[in-house]
C-alpha cells in the first residue's frame, strides 16, 4: 500500500512538473516580441506608391501569403501547424506599430517566424512589403505614410514655365555656341602664329641654300635630323647635314624656292608638303639647269622653335 501511493505521489508530481512547462510555454509565446528604441526609429526610405505596394504585394505573397492569410488576419493555410499565433495585421495593436518595428520583425524574425535577411536580401524589398502591410490597416495607423498625389498644376502657370525654360535653353545654347566659336577662333589664331612660325623657318633655309651657307642651313635643323637628298645617301644629324651642303656648295650654285602646299599641326610635329623650284648652276663650267622637286618635311617644335626634323624631296 505505501508503495502504490509513493507511486501516486511521483505520478501527481510529474504531472505538475508538465503543467507547468506547457503553462510556461504558453505564456512564453505570449509574450510581447520587444523591439529596441533604434530600431523602432528607423524610418522607411521607400515612399508608398502604387509601385511599391504593388511590388510589395508579390513579395507577401510568395513569403508571407500561407501563414498570414490573404488578407493578413493570420489565417494562412499553415498557420494552424505552428506554435506561435501569427498575428492579425488589420488589427490596431499591429497597426499602431512603427515601420521600424514591422521591418526589424521581418528582417530578424522569431521562433516559428524566420529571418528574411537572407531569404530577401535587398531591404527595399522588405520595406515594400512593409507599405503593403499598411493596407491591412482598419484602425487609421498614425504612422501610416500617406500615398504622394501629384498636384494639380495650373495651366497658365505651365505654359509660363514652359517658355521660359525654353528662353533658358535658348540662352544656354547661345551661351555654348559662343563659347565653341571664342575657342575656334583661339584654335585658329594658335594654328596661324605656328604656321607662320614654320614658313619663317623654311624662309631662312631657303635663303641658307641661295647663300651656299652651310652653318645657318645647321641652324634650321634639329640635331637629330634626319635628311633623304633625291638619290644620295640618307644623312642623320645637323652635323653631319652641315657636311653634305658643304661638299654640295663647292661644286653647285643654287637658286630655289620652296613654296608650301600644305601644313598640318600636331601638337609639338607639323607635316608641311610643298615645292623646291628653280636652277643649279655648277660652278666648273657655270652652266645651268632647272630644278623642280616634290617636298616633304616634319616639323618639331622644341624649347618654343620649330625646327625640321625629317626632309625628303623628289
Request: with cysteine; glycine share 6%; net charge positive.
Amino acid at each position: 500500500m505505501k508503495n502504490k501511493n509513493k507511486v501516486l505521489v511521483s505520478i501527481s508530481a510529474f504531472a505538475l512538473i508538465a503543467c507547468s512547462f506547457s503553462v510556461s510555454t504558453y505564456l512564453q509565446s505570449k509574450k510581447d516580441w520587444v523591439v529596441s528604441e533604434s530600431a523602432k526609429k528607423i524610418k522607411n526610405p521607400v515612399k508608398t506608391s502604387d509601385e511599391s505596394v504593388k511590388s510589395g504585394k508579390a513579395l507577401y505573397a510568395k513569403h508571407c501569403k500561407s501563414c498570414h492569410g490573404a488578407g493578413g488576419k493570420g489565417d494562412g493555410s499553415k498557420s494552424k501547424e505552428l506554435d506561435t499565433p501569427c498575428g492579425d495585421f488589420t488589427s490596431s495593436d499591429f497597426q499602431e506599430q512603427s515601420d521600424g518595428s514591422i521591418f526589424y520583425k521581418i528582417n530578424e524574425g522569431r521562433k516559428d517566424m524566420p529571418s528574411f535577411k537572407k531569404k530577401i536580401t535587398d531591404v527595399e524589398d522588405i520595406w515594400a512589403i512593409v507599405n503593403y502591410a499598411r493596407t491591412f490597416d482598419r484602425g487609421g495607423n498614425k504612422e501610416k505614410p500617406k500615398v504622394i498625389v501629384e498636384e494639380k498644376k495650373d495651366p497658365k502657370e505651365e505654359a509660363i514655365k514652359k517658355t521660359k525654360d525654353a528662353e533658358v535653353k535658348k540662352d544656354e545654347k547661345k551661351t555654348l555656341v559662343e563659347k565653341k566659336d571664342k575657342a575656334v577662333v583661339a584654335a585658329d589664331s594658335i594654328s596661324k602664329h605656328e604656321k607662320t612660325s614654320i614658313a619663317l623657318v623654311l624662309k631662312h633655309f631657303e635663303e641658307a641654300l641661295n647663300a651656299s651657307d652651310s652653318l645657318k642651313i645647321m641652324t634650321v635643323f634639329d640635331t637629330n635630323a634626319i635628311f633623304m637628298p633625291k638619290q644620295k645617301i640618307t644623312v642623320g644629324g645637323a652635323i653631319q647635314i652641315n657636311d653634305y651642303y658643304k661638299q654640295l656648295f663647292k661644286t653647285n650654285q643654287l637658286n630655289l624656292m620652296i613654296s608650301v602646299e600644305a601644313t598640318e599641326l600636331s601638337n609639338d610635329f607639323a607635316f608641311v608638303r610643298g615645292n623646291l623650284i628653280g636652277e643649279r648652276i655648277f660652278i666648273i663650267d657655270n652652266h645651268k639647269a632647272p630644278e623642280e622637286n616634290s617636298l616633304f618635311m616634319v616639323m618639331k617644335k622644341t624649347k618654343g622653335e620649330w625646327k625640321i626634323y625629317y626632309s625628303m624631296y623628289n
